[in-house]
């Protein structure tokens, strides 16, 4: 997948335009969506969290997603998870 990208700032806020060069725009839109969301919850928790519990917040997310669109006979280990522990 590729996007063309502009950044434009104004006044203080920076905005990112992505065009999409794929077939399956809609799809793209949704995770693009998606991403807007998990950043803009970040970006409330983050004043809260220490140094390096943001990565330890956004790690989380991602590893949560993938166990939810894991099937549910598949078998995590802790080593897969080492990262939240740093």
């Known amino acids: 997948l590729s996007s063309i990208g502009r950044l434009t700032t104004h006044s203080a806020q920076k905005t990112l335009t992505l065009t999409s060069m794929h077939n399956d725009v809609n799809k793209i839109g949704k995770a693009y969506e998606r991403l807007t969301a998990l950043f803009s919850e970040l970006k409330a928790a983050a004043p809260q969290l220490k140094p390096k ?22 078998q995590w280990t802790a080593g897969e998870f080492a990262i939240l522990r740093a």
């Open 53 to 74: 519990e943001p990565w330890r917040w956004l790690m989380g997310k991602i590893i949560d997603s993938f166990r939810a669109a894991t099937p549910s006979d598949t």
